[in-house]
T-cell receptor, first 111, second 114 residues
Framework: QKEVEQNSGPLSVPEGAIASLNCTYS??????FFWYRQYSGKSPELIMF????GDKEDGRFTAQLNKASQYVSLLIRDSQPSDSATYLC???????????FGGGTRVLVKP | EPEVTQTPSHQVTQMGQEVILRCVPI?????FYWYRQILGQKVEFLVS????????KSEIFDDQFSVERPDGSNFTLKIRSTKLEDSAMYFC????????????FGSGTRLTVV
């Protein structure tokens, strides 16, 4: 069973600070990695994806990938109250046509 | 911004009844998916669909489930005989290039089986 693991949180962050979220995955053949944001009762919304080792920045978000350690992270800079949500890590199957999701990390940004 | 549209937003059904959940994917997308999320749990893959056929399905997607693309725009999920444990949020998703490029999810259908 291919697993994607995340700390469930909540991760409490003061407004303006950096939120750091982590995700580990078990399928060493996985090739692409995604971060989704999910507000309570809503559908997942794609924030960004990363394929290569290293960092990828998009606005206030930075994804970091380390395939050797099977680890992907998301940094949220200048956190805003509107960033309060559950962040889902998703990993593509090395073989097949699906994404495997982690359980999500709940982030609370306090004004 | 193109959207994936799902109807109904909420469906209540009696155990043993058949339900059909409907989705209109983004028009130029070729890959279609159904996922579900039981309250408080992970988003779980059900089935992927490409070129008018199922490309992969999970263990959850047993004989009670079926998918269909009856015309050029709709993509449906049918549950033949609903069980209490089928109560969940069902998300349709579509992608232009497959799972390596991420999906756009619809807003979901909350299915409640009583």
């Amino acid at each position: 069973q291919k697993e994607v693991e995340q700390n469930s949180g909540p991760l409490s962050v003061p407004e303006g600070a950096i939120a750091s979220l982590n995700c580990t995955y078990s399928d060493r053949g996985s090739q692409s990695f995604f971060w989704y944001r999910q507000y309570s009762g809503k559908s997942p919304e794609l924030i960004m994806f990363i394929y290569s080792n290293g960092d990828k920045e998009d606005g206030r978000f930075t994804a970091q990938l380390n395939k050797a350690s099977q680890y992907v992270s998301l940094l949220i800079r200048d956190s805003q109250p509107s960033d309060s949500a559950t962040y889902l890590c998703a990993v593509n199957a090395a073989a097949g046509n699906k994404l495997t999701f982690g359980g999500g990390t709940r982030v609370l940004v306090k004004p | 911004e193109p959207e994936v549209t799902q109807t109904p937003s909420h469906q209540v059904t009696q155990m043993g009844q058949e339900v059909i959940l409907r989705c209109v994917p983004i028009s130029n997308h070729l890959y279609f998916y159904w996922y579900r999320q039981i309250l408080g749990q992970k988003v779980e893959f059900l089935v992927s669909f490409y070129n008018n056929e199922i490309s992969e399905k999970s263990e959850i997607f047993d004989d009670q489930f079926s998918v269909e693309r009856p015309d050029g725009s709709n993509f449906t999920l049918k549950i033949r005989s609903t069980k209490l444990e089928d109560s969940a949020m069902y998300f349709c998703a579509s992608s232009a290039f497959g799972q390596n490029y991420g999906y756009t999810f619809g807003s979901g259908t909350r299915l409640t089986v009583v």
